[in-house]
């Protein structure tokens, strides 16, 4: 016998003991304890059915109260609840007439076959829409033959791989040979140069470049990056600009004109720049004229300059001649300022500070290539504008503006007088009878004092 089956007899097994049980239980010790806690079990059951319990017939309620609360419900609702009852009097008939028979009862319809609906009225058939006509369909346009690469209009980033794989591009410049050097034909003019083309120069020469001068000391090489920038791989270069933003690249650093003169030098490793009049940027800094920049591996320093222009760059600049000159040294009854210790203060004029020359009648014809020279001074880098005005017959003025000046000492500033625009937009022509020169800004706060002032031509 298995211990399962056992088991269950033990538990059905209330008043005595299989046998068969007693023979496992005997060679089963967990049986046996088993069949022990049985016992005990149901000793304790007999034991508490045994006991006397008190018990107490249930109390049975009258059923007539119960009767007597469902016969008020009943009345309660049909009293509320039950609809109203309309009573029609009969009046008596009036006498010798006959009573009035009784109403006939409404007679029942007899089914037959019921009207037809009205049946809707047919919808008007749409009027079939007449397609509007296909446009013509174009003609495929032949292929397109590529254009011949344009000359470039604008100011170029240093060219990228995927740019350099594309049709060279050009730059317009103009090349000339120092003065007192003979002449070389393959040079001399106007060409086109492909950027990334190199421009070796074995004699000095100039490039008018852009509306800068740029005079290229022999034995140096360029390679043009753009119609404003060119890369200087060796030698030195000296800029005249009237602020066009050339760019230049020496030895990785680039340097930017913002209205000046200013030389360049380098030999591939290292390079500086030194700047005679305006500003020079470079690396998100600036150099200001008297200043020299050392830039090598990526360290800068700053020193005076130490010459006024290097001896090549002195004998390549083009001779200048006066046409005009103003000192202040003494009294003059054509300036417009106040006289102190040899240079003209700005004095107040219609909400301007204003110091310079005027007079009634033309003082000189501006040449064909002149240039508008003055050293002025302000403590403000507010922009200062030079001003020139002509006889056309009404008077005509022309201006520049230097955007940010140098401030805190005198400063040579030299500008072309092409380079000066009417309100209208245009320029001063050769020939034109000037009769103001004036030089000013919009704050006295600024103390605009100037030392000299003067227009120059440059000869043939």
Known sequence: MQCEEARGRMVFHADGEDAAIGEHVRSCPGCGRYRDEVAAERALLRRALRRPEARTAPRRLPV???????????????????????EVASKPAPKGEAAAPPPEPPKAEVPGPRPEPPKPEDPVPPVPETPAPEPPKPAVPPPEIPKPPSVITAGLPPPTPSETAQPARTVAVTLGLAKGLAKNVNWEGKREFAVGEPILSGTAMRIDWAGAAVYVKENSALTVRGERAFDLEAGEVLVESAGVKLSIRAAGTVYEDTGTRFLVATDGRQSSASVFEGRVSFGGREAVAGERVNVKAGKTGVEPVRDAYPAWA???????????????????????????????????????????????????????????????????????????RVLKPESTAYDYVLDRPVTGRPVAVRVPLEAFRSFKGDRLAAGDRVHILYVFCRELKSRLRIDDLAILEESP
């Open 64 to 86: 007539w109260p119960l009767a007597a609360a469902a016969l008020i419900a009943v009345v309660v609702y049909a009293v509320f609840h039950a609809p109203p009852r309309v």
């Open 314 to 388: 002195a004998s390549t600049l083009p001779r200048k001649t006066v046409v005009a000159a103003f000192d202040f040294k003494s009294a003059d009854r054509r300036c417009l300022g106040t006289f102190r210790d040899g240079a003209l203060d700005g004095i107040e004029k219609g909400g301007f500070c204003y110091a310079g020359v005027e007079s009634n009648t033309a003082m000189f014809s501006a040449p064909a290539k002149g240039e508008f020279r003055v050293t002025l001074q302000t403590e403000r880098d507010d922009p200062v504008t030079l001003r020139v």
